[in-house]
C-alpha cells in the first residue's frame, strides 16, 4: 500500500507541475502530458535504475519519450526526481531555457535521447536496447509512443525489427488516449486493437489501464519476467487526465489557458487523496 500511494503521488505531483510551468506560459501540450503521467511516475517514481546524482551512468535504464509533445511531463519527472531544480521547470520553452517543447539531449539533464520527430523514438530505442545487448547489459530501455504517431510506418519496421533480434530488455508503453493533434485516431486513421497487432508482429503484449499505478507496476514485472520478447504495453488513457478543463476536450493537444485555470486545476488536485 506504501508504495502504491508513493506512486501515486509522484504521477500527482507530475501533473502539478507540468500546470505550473505550462501556467505560466499560457499554452502548451498539456493534453498528452496528462495523460502519460502516471507511467512516468511509476517509472521515475518505483522502478528505473537511475542515480540523478550520475546522469551518464553507463549501466543505468534508459528512456526514450517518442512522443516528444509530452517533454513538459519528462522534465516534471526528472525534476521531482532530483536531476534538476524544480523551480527550473518555469523555465520550459523560454529564451534561454534549458526545457526546449521537445525533449533535448544536450540540453536537459537526465534526458536519453532527443525527440520529436514523431515515430523515430522507436528506431531510437531499439537502438539502445539492442546496442546495450551486444555490450552483455542488463539494464532496460523503456519507450513511450503515442497513438498519432503510431500511424507512421518507422513504427512498424521497427515492431518488425525487435522481436526479430528477440530484444527482451525493450519495455514499451502506446499511451493510446485515442486522440492526435487534429481529432481522434478512429476518424484519421484508426488503429484498432493494438495489443493484438503487437502481438501479431511478435511482441510480449499486454494491455492495461494506463492512470492504474497498480496495473502499470505490475505489467512491468510480467514483462521482465519472460526473457524472449520485447514487451508492448497498450496504456488505455485519457487525453488531458487530470486536469478538469482539458479533459474530454477534442482539440487538447495544444491549448491556450489562463494562470487562473492552471492554479484552480492544480487546487483540485490538491485536494484528492493518492
Excluded at 24 to 41: I, K, P, R, Y
Excluded at 225 to 249: N, R
Amino acid at each position: 500500500m506504501t508504495q502504491h500511494k508513493d506512486l501515486e503521488l509522484f504521477a500527482k505531483n507530475i501533473r502539478i507541475q507540468v500546470l505550473k510551468a505550462l501556467g505560466e506560459l499560457g499554452f502548451g501540450h498539456l493534453g498528452g502530458a496528462m495523460s502519460a503521467a502516471d507511467v512516468l511516475g511509476v517509472l521515475y517514481g518505483g522502478v528505473m535504475n537511475v542515480d540523478p546524482k550520475n546522469p551518464q551512468w553507463e549501466d543505468r535504464d534508459y528512456f526514450v519519450m517518442s512522443k516528444g509533445h509530452a517533454g513538459p511531463a519528462l522534465y516534471a519527472a526528472l525534476a521531482l526526481k532530483g536531476y534538476f531544480p524544480v523551480e527550473q521547470l518555469l523555465t520550459i520553452n523560454t529564451n534561454g531555457t534549458r526545457l526546449p517543447s521537445h525533449p533535448d539531449r544536450n540540453s536537459t539533464t537526465g534526458v536519453d535521447m532527443s525527440t520529436g520527430s514523431l515515430g523515430q523514438g522507436m528506431s531510437t530505442a531499439i537502438g539502445i536496447a539492442h546496442g546495450n545487448k551486444m555490450l552483455g547489459k542488463d539494464n532496460y530501455t523503456y519507450l513511450l509512443l503515442g497513438d498519432g504517431e503510431s500511424q507512421e510506418g518507422q513504427v512498424w519496421e521497427g515492431a518488425l525489427y525487435a522481436p526479430q533480434h528477440k530484444l527482451s530488455h525493450l519495455i514499451a508503453f502506446l499511451d493510446y488516449n485515442h486522440q492526435q493533434l487534429d481529432g481522434y485516431t478512429k476518424d484519421i486513421c484508426d488503429l484498432g486493437d493494438m495489443r493484438q497487432k503487437f502481438q501479431d508482429f511478435g511482441w510480449y503484449a499486454l494491455e492495461v489501464d494506463g492512470h492504474d499505478v497498480d496495473a502499470i507496476y505490475d505489467a512491468i514485472a510480467l514483462a521482465k519476467h519472460q526473457q524472449e520478447k520485447p514487451t508492448m504495453i497498450v496504456l488505455q488513457t485519457q487525453k488531458g487526465k487530470g486536469c478538469f478543463f482539458a479533459e474530454g476536450i477534442k482539440y487538447n493537444h495544444h491549448m491556450r489557458f489562463s494562470k487562473e485555470q492552471c492554479e484552480e486545476a492544480i487546487a483540485r488536485l490538491e485536494k484528492e487523496g493518492c
